[in-house]
């Protein structure tokens, strides 16, 4: 375990005059919000000694020119709104906050770019988009609250992933600090380069361990002028998930994709209070299409209805938009008010096997005596997996979810996939990390942490440990 330098108050007195003493807060109380994310499980809650919000990149700067001077660890930290214990200082140190970085500086509508400060909402980056007749594609199922560093650190997938890409597909460069305190912007308004190594796209999923962005300039595309939601809803999941391909072959080419199997249904419209359609015994395939023309949607919406009944479909519907995706975007959630003990994953894996990897996860979960209920982005294989205590004794629980994920990781990547898609390693999945990452790849990564940030200061115990 790396030792790092306490913050004393001389460090205190410095932050003071870099930020000024209304951005430096060390109340025990006020600490308490900057000791985790959304991760409930309290092995990855830690407490900084002291939580700086800069802002501006300069700020930025002499915050970590100090911390590397110091000895004292950094953890860059955006809505808190993480899934994998990425902005808990698992070291303590300095949680630097960037939520007063928060301009929207330009709306280029006539080249379609964004350029933002990292504390920007995901949902204001599209509504400032909109504004002007134009898409940001980016669209996590926290949109509400995230803020759009925090995706760029991460490259959060989302809804429309299986059209448009994750972040890094979103974005053209990053201003960033990085771990010894020097300014630089990777990338740039090009649609291609081959000059060097592509510095912006390591950045981008490093989850805050190779740089802190301070900005960066996003992709607009034009706003597609028509779009329909539909609701095929399917007796299992194997049939739900034999249309996905046949949807994909057919050229349909869905903005969005997502399957609920008829727990996560259930368990939604419970935290919402309404009645959804086949409540009872529906498993849910949500299936959204853009187009150019009326014409172009009502030929996709017939050809819709035609694979998904030949597929077994129960019914397909046009829906009330708005509640089908409140449920989708409830279930996480829904999830933690029903039990505060469980453990949200979201193992990725190749599409062909989904159906077969839905079935094992759930029996591995039953195996275990837990719960567990599945959504999933279905058209790119990233399926979000909630482990449910069921009837597990809390005092029994971190060691039987470690059980679980033992069973679960080894299953995943015994048929070609991952361990995360989109939520990132954080500090939750650390261990696993090391346990499965193939030991060729994994000192790689280090190498580049150690080139980048020789006294790995800049959020240490993230990803990965490092010697």
């Avoid at 839905?358 to 909630?386: P, Q, S, W």
């Amino acid at each position: 375990m790396r030792k790092y330098n306490r913050v004393g108050s001389n460090h205190i007195a410095e932050l003071k005059a870099i930020v000024g003493e209304k951005n430096v807060i060390t109340d025990p109380d006020k600490l308490i919000t900057y000791s985790q994310d959304e991760v409930t499980d309290a092995r990855y809650h830690h407490m900084p000694e002291v939580v700086v919000f800069p802002e501006t990149r300069d700020q930025v700067a002499e915050i970590i020119r100090l911390a590397n001077r110091e000895l004292i660890p950094v953890t860059p930290r955006g809505a808190g709104t993480g899934l994998a214990a990425g902005a808990a200082p698992m070291y303590g140190g300095i949680v630097l906050s960037l939520e007063k970085m928060n301009k929207i500086i330009e709306v280029n509508a006539e080249h379609m770019y964004m350029v933002v400060e990292p504390g920007v909402r995901t949902k204001d980056v599209q509504q400032a988009a909109a504004a002007v007749g134009l898409l940001y594609a980016g669209d996590p199922s926290s949109g509400d609250n995230c803020f759009i560093g925090g995706n760029i650190a991460t490259n959060a997938g989302g809804n429309k992933a299986v059209k448009y890409g994750t972040t890094r597909n979103q974005v053209y460069a990053v201003e960033i600090v990085t771990p010894t305190g020097e300014i630089t912007e990777l990338g740039g308004l090009l649609n291609k380069s081959t000059s060097g190594y592509c510095l912006e796209q390591l950045i981008m999923g490093s989850e805050g361990t190779l740089g802190v962005i301070t900005k960066a300039t996003l992709k607009l595309i034009p706003l597609p002028p028509c779009k329909m939601d539909f609701l095929a809803i399917f007796p299992d999941t194997e049939t739900a998930i034999d249309t996905v391909f046949k949807l994909l072959k057919a050229g349909i080419d869905p903005t969005s994709l997502e399957y609920m199997d008829n727990e996560a249904v259930n368990v939604c419209a419970r935290y919402l209070k309404v009645g959804l359609p086949h409540q009872e015994d529906g498993n849910y395939l949500i299936i959204t299409v853009e187009t150019s023309t009326e014409e172009e949607l009502e030929d996709k919406a017939a050809r819709i209805d035609e694979i998904c009944t030949a597929g077994g479909a129960i019914a397909t519907l046009v829906p009330d938009s708005k509640t089908i995706w409140a449920a989708r975007r409830a279930f996480g959630e829904a999830n933690r008010e029903e039990s505060y003990i469980h453990s949200p994953e979201d193992i990725v894996v190749p599409v062909k096997h989904l159906a077969y990897a839905m079935r094992e996860i759930t029996r591995i979960c039953k195996e275990h005596d837990a719960i567990g209920r599945v959504v999933a982005h279905a058209g790119d294989g990233n399926l979000h997996l909630t482990i449910m205590q069921g009837d597990i004794p809390a005092e029994e629980w971190p060691t039987k979810i470690d059980e679980i994920l033992q069973d679960l990781f080894a299953f995943v990547y015994s048929i070609g996939g991952k361990m995360s898609g989109e939520h990132g390693i954080g500090s939750k999945r650390v261990k696993w990390m090391h346990r499965f990452t193939d030991p060729v790849q994994l000192k790689m990564m280090q190498a580049i942490k150690k080139a980048l940030d020789p006294n790995l200061i800049l959020n240490p115990g993230t990803v990965f440990e490092v010697d």
